[in-house]
C-alpha cells in the first residue's frame, strides 16, 4: 500500500488545483449566450425579503418574498439558488401574483442552476408586477463553530439573479434570521465579523429571537461576492443535530455551482487557512441604546411612552424611528414629503407639532432646501434617546419592553380581528404608528389583505368574486410610503447607528462584544456560495 505523507497531499492537490485553473481559462465558444439572455429575459428586482429559521435537527427552513416588474414580457420563471446540495424539493412551496392576480405555477429542479429550485408560470404583458412567495426547507445547514468551542451556528447568502437577466440593482433586500426555539438570550449570540446586524427582535407569535439585516439597495455581483452575507452562531445546546464542514462537501459543492475556476480559487484559499492562517476576530458589541444598570428588576414596566419613543425602548433601526417621526408629523399635516432620491420634507405648518422631538427634527434635522441633514438627525436621536433613558430610569426595562411588544400585538390584534375592510382601515389608521413597531409588517399586511374580503355575492345570493378591497389600497400605500422614508431618510444607515450609539452608549475602554468572523461555522459555505445566484 502506497503511503502519502502531507507534502506529498499538498503537492497533489496544489498540481491538481492548477489543472483545474488551466481548464477554466481555456476558450469556450459562447454562442452570443449575453445576446440571447437579453433578449430572451429582462425584469427588475423590486424586493428581495429573505426569512431563514433555524431548526434543532440542524435545517434551515427558508421563505421569500419577491417582486419583479418584468421588461420585456417574456419572464416565465423565476430560479431561487439553495444553500446546498440536501435541500429538498419535495419541501418547495410557491405563491405567485401577477399584476395582483394569484396565477397557476408549477415547481421543479431548476433547468438553469444546478443547486436550485425553479417556479415556472406563464408569461404576461410587458411591464407586469410580479410577487413570487416561496418557501422550502434546507437540511445540513448548521455547523460548528471553529472559532467559539461549543458553538455552531449558520452562515447565509441570499439568492440572486445573474446581470444577463436582471436590470439593474435588488432594490430592497432585507433578511430575518429566526434562532432556534428556545434561545431568548442575544448575550449568547454571535453574528458574522464584518456583517453587523440591524436590529434585534423577539417574535412573539413564533416566540423566538430574530436578528434583522437591511442592506437596501444592491447590485447581484456585490449579493454574489459575499457583501450581503448573514451568520449567527449560538451555544450548540440548543441544536439537536450540527455538523462538522468537510472538504469534499466544499469541493463537490464548489465545482458544481461555479466550475473549476472558482472551486480552484477556493481551493487555494482553503489550503491557505488549513496550513496555518491566523485570523483575528475584532469583536463587536451588541449596538446598545442603553445601559444595563438603567434596568431595576421587579420595578415594574414603564408606561405611558408614545410609539417613537417605544421604538427606542424596543431599539428598534434609527431609520424606522426617524420614519416614524416624520410619518406622525405628515399625519398631522405639518409637513409634507416629497418622494425623492434624496428625500425632502418640507415644513408647512410647526404649530401644529407639540412633541419635543417633532420640533428638535424640524429645527435640527431638515434644511432649509428640505433635505435631512444626518449630522442633526443624529444629534436629535441622540437627545431623544437620552431622553428616553431618563423616562425608563427606575423602571424594569426587560418588563418594558415586554408591555409595548404587548402593545404593538394588540393594535395588529384589533385589525387582524376585523370584521370588514372599512373597519380594518380605520383599526389600522389608527394604530399605524405601533404597527410599524413590527419588524414584519410588511408581510403581515400581505397575508391580512387576502384574509379580508368584502361579504358580497351576486343575484339571487349566488357567490360572486369580492369587489374592491380599500384595505389592499390603503395598506400599498402605507407600506410603500414608509418604505421610501425609512430608505431615504438616512445616507449609511451602519455607519449612521455606529455614530449615534458610540455616543448614547459608548464602548468602556478595552471592552469587546461578541461576534464571530468568517471563518464562524467553519466557512461552511465559503465554497458553496452560500445560495446559487442565475437563471431567470
Not at 439568492?159 to 433578511?175: A, H, I, M, P, R
Request: proline fraction near 5%; include cysteine; glycine fraction near 8%.
Amino acid at each position: 500500500m502506497v503511503k502519502y505523507n502531507k507534502v506529498t497531499l499538498f503537492a497533489l492537490l496544489s498540481i491538481f488545483v492548477f489543472f483545474l485553473i488551466i481548464l477554466q481559462s481555456a476558450p469556450i465558444p459562447q454562442e452570443n449566450i449575453n445576446a440571447k439572455a437579453q433578449d430572451d429575459y429582462q425584469f427588475q428586482t423590486v424586493k428581495e425579503h429573505c426569512f431563514v429559521y433555524i431548526e434543532k435537527d440542524g435545517s434551515i427552513h427558508i421563505e421569500y418574498e419577491f417582486e419583479f416588474i418584468d421588461i420585456l414580457g417574456t419572464l416565465d420563471g423565476v430560479d431561487i439558488g439553495m444553500p446546498n446540495s440536501f435541500y429538498t424539493l419535495d419541501s418547495a412551496n410557491a405563491v405567485v401574483y401577477i399584476d395582483g392576480d394569484r396565477v397557476r405555477h408549477s415547481i421543479l429542479q431548476s433547468p438553469y442552476i444546478p443547486m436550485g429550485i425553479a417556479v415556472e408560470f406563464s408569461p404576461r404583458s410587458r411591464g407586469s408586477e410580479i410577487q413570487v412567495f416561496f418557501e422550502a426547507d434546507n437540511p445540513h445547514m448548521v455547523y460548528d463553530d471553529v472559532k467559539n468551542t461549543g458553538y455552531a451556528g449558520i452562515r447565509f447568502r441570499p439568492t440572486w439573479f445573474s446581470n444577463e437577466y436582471q436590470s439593474g440593482k435588488t432594490e430592497d433586500l432585507q433578511v430575518w434570521v429566526y434562532l432556534p426555539e428556545g434561545l431568548d438570550d442575544p448575550s449568547k449570540v454571535k453574528y458574522l465579523e464584518d456583517h453587523p446586524y440591524t436590529s434585534i427582535d423577539w417574535d412573539d407569535n413564533k416566540e423566538r429571537l430574530v436578528y434583522h439585516w437591511d442592506y437596501g439597495s444592491k447590485s447581484p455581483s456585490l449579493i454574489e461576492s459575499g457583501e450581503c452575507d448573514v451568520g449567527v452562531s449560538f451555544p450548540d445546546e440548543y441544536v439537536e443535530v450540527h455538523y462538522r464542514y468537510r472538504v469534499w462537501q466544499g469541493i463537490y459543492e464548489g465545482i458544481l455551482i461555479a466550475g473549476p475556476g472558482m472551486f480552484a480559487c477556493c481551493t487555494v484559499i482553503f489550503i491557505f487557512s488549513l496550513f496555518g492562517s491566523i485570523f483575528y476576530t475584532k469583536y463587536r458589541r451588541r449596538l446598545d441604546y442603553f445601559e444595563p444598570e438603567l434596568s431595576v428588576k421587579g420595578a415594574g414596566p414603564r408606561i405611558g411612552l408614545t410609539a417613537v419613543e417605544a421604538a427606542i425602548v424596543l431599539e428598534k433601526p434609527l431609520n424606522i424611528v426617524a420614519t416614524m417621526i416624520i410619518f406622525g408629523m405628515e399625519k398631522k399635516e405639518a409637513v409634507k414629503v416629497f418622494p425623492e432620491k434624496p428625500l425632502r420634507v418640507v415644513v408647512i405648518y410647526k404649530e401644529k407639532l407639540s412633541r419635543d422631538y417633532e420640533l428638535k427634527f424640524v429645527e435640527k434635522a431638515i434644511e432649509p432646501t428640505g433635505f435631512i441633514d444626518n449630522e442633526g438627525l443624529g444629534n436629535v436621536l441622540e437627545e431623544l434617546i437620552d431622553s428616553v433613558q431618563s423616562k425608563i430610569h427606575g423602571f424594569d426595562y426587560a418588563a418594558t419592553k415586554k408591555y409595548y411588544k404587548r402593545i404593538v400585538e394588540l393594535a395588529w390584534s384589533e385589525v387582524e380581528k376585523s370584521g370588514t375592510p372599512e373597519i380594518a382601515v380605520s383599526n389600522a389608521s389608527k394604530n399605524d404608528e405601533w404597527l410599524l413597531l413590527d419588524p414584519t409588517y410588511k408581510h403581515r399586511f400581505i397575508l391580512l389583505e387576502s384574509r379580508i374580503w368584502y361579504p358580497y355575492s351576486g343575484p339571487g345570493g349566488a357567490a360572486a368574486s369580492p369587489g374592491p378591497n380599500p384595505l389592499v389600497s390603503w395598506s400599498q400605500g402605507f407600506v410603500k410610503s414608509t418604505n421610501m422614508i425609512s430608505k431615504s431618510v438616512v445616507h449609511n444607515l451602519t455607519s449612521f447607528t455606529h455614530d449615534v450609539v458610540n455616543t448614547t452608549n459608548p464602548l468602556p475602554s478595552g471592552g469587546s462584544g461578541g461576534g464571530f468572523s468568517g471563518g464562524g461555522c467553519a466557512c461552511a459555505c465559503a465554497c458553496a456560495c452560500a445560495c446559487a445566484g442565475g437563471g431567470r
